[in-house]
């Protein structure tokens, strides 16, 4: 038995072809599980009885349990689900003036441990399967209504470029217009700096949006907070990014979280401005730190994050400054899930 949602549309017209069935039913099959989120077979009434029971006999939709739903004063909705393996995994919707963003969970846990992420706090426990993935956003839809959904970004729990070969059949699957139909370039990628992840993703051709989680724009530094950089150093990182700004021509996004005492001095901005001098393709998007409980992680005042702000300003980078969004529910990454699990 496999899960139907492992499929991209073409993988499962190349599978009816295999039944000596017409590959056309694959996209009714498509419309009935991203479009009308309909999880049983027996009720996609415009296929043939004998391919519903060829379907039956071979595939299961697979499906989440909402185990909590959190919506916060701002309209930033939050929802944990438990898989059949009783993990749990949690997916955010944030409202905004102009666009619906849905933000996704890659992997249960994470094995970086970044020190400011309550994500890798408990460890990694496993990746999630592409219809894990895709599963977070069918519930996340019928979440949003009446409000569709706009934008998808890879930043909920876990490193997606360490669960590649599941991620890129999903992203296949939320942009396809028989799927989720959500634009290549309304979707984001994030990675803390997974180089060879970035190298393949490069070729992929696709028009997906990378942003890095950079944080710290020195060796040391970097090392210190996020041990992805013992294993990825910045060097390379870095030029990795300008060899996939240069073969994509797309632009890169450079996250930088603020954390008040630790990278958010003018001499911390004054290295991050080095490093992205001339670089045509960077951009930095500063996220002042959300405050997570147990951890020592706390946002600068707002003169330190808008002198940080300038100075990048000041020097030609392009910069823009993310507002926080559902603090009070604990939307930073990883948090309602581990409340949960403390419970
Ligand atoms: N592992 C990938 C995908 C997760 S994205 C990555 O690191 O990019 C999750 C985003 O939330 C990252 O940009 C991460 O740096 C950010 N984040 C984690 N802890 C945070 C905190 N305390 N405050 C604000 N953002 C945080």
């Not at 102009?98 to 890798?120: I, L, M, N, P, Y």
Request: charged fraction near 25%; glycine fraction near 6%; charge should be positive.
């Amino acid at each position: 038995m496999q899960d139907i949602k492992e499929l991209t549309l073409k993988g499962l017209e190349e599978k009816l072809q295999a039944f000596g069935v017409q590959a056309y039913h694959a996209q009714q099959i498509f419309t009935w599980i991203y479009k009308k989120a309909t999880i049983d077979f027996g009720q996609m009434s415009d296929l043939p009885k004998g391919l519903r029971d060829k379907l039956k006999d071979n595939f299961y939709i697979s499906d989440l349990k909402i185990v909590k739903r959190l919506k916060s004063s701002d309209g930033t909705q939050k929802l944990l689900f438990q898989s059949q393996d009783t993990n749990l995994i949690e997916a955010v919707i944030i409202p905004a003036k102009d666009r619906v963003t849905a933000c996704v969970s890659t992997q249960v846990g994470c094995k970086w441990a970044c020190s400011f992420c309550a994500s890798g706090l408990k460890g990694f426990k496993r990746n999630l399967s592409c219809s894990e993935i895709l599963d977070e956003i069918l519930y996340l839809k019928k979440e949003a209504l009446p409000l569709a959904l706009t934008h998808l970004v890879f930043m909920g729990t876990g490193e997606p470029l360490d669960n590649y070969t599941q991620v890129l059949p999903a992203i296949k699957i939320i942009n396809s217009p028989l799927g989720f139909n959500i634009g290549a370039r309304r979707i984001t990628l994030s990675t803390s700096g997974i180089i060879p992840g970035i190298q393949k993703l490069a070729g992929e051709g696709l028009q997906v949006e990378l942003s890095v989680s950079l944080h710290a724009a020195d060796e040391a530094l970097r090392s210190r907070f996020m041990p992805v950089n013992k294993k990825y150093p910045l060097k390379d990182l870095i030029k990795a990014c300008k060899e996939y700004s240069f073969k994509t021509n797309r632009q890169i996004t450079f996250e930088y979280i603020l954390i008040k005492g630790v990278n958010s001095s003018l001499s911390n901005a004054q290295s991050l401005s080095r490093l992205l001098e001339g670089w045509k393709l960077a951009k930095v998007n500063l996220i002042p730190s959300n405050t997570i409980s147990g951890l020592k992680v706390e946002p600068p005042g707002k003169k330190d994050i808008l002198l940080f702000k300038n100075y990048l300003v000041q020097q030609g980078i392009k910069v823009t400054l993310r507002k926080a969004r559902g603090e009070d529910i604990n939307a930073a990454c990883g948090q309602l899930r581990l409340n949960y699990a403390q419970q």
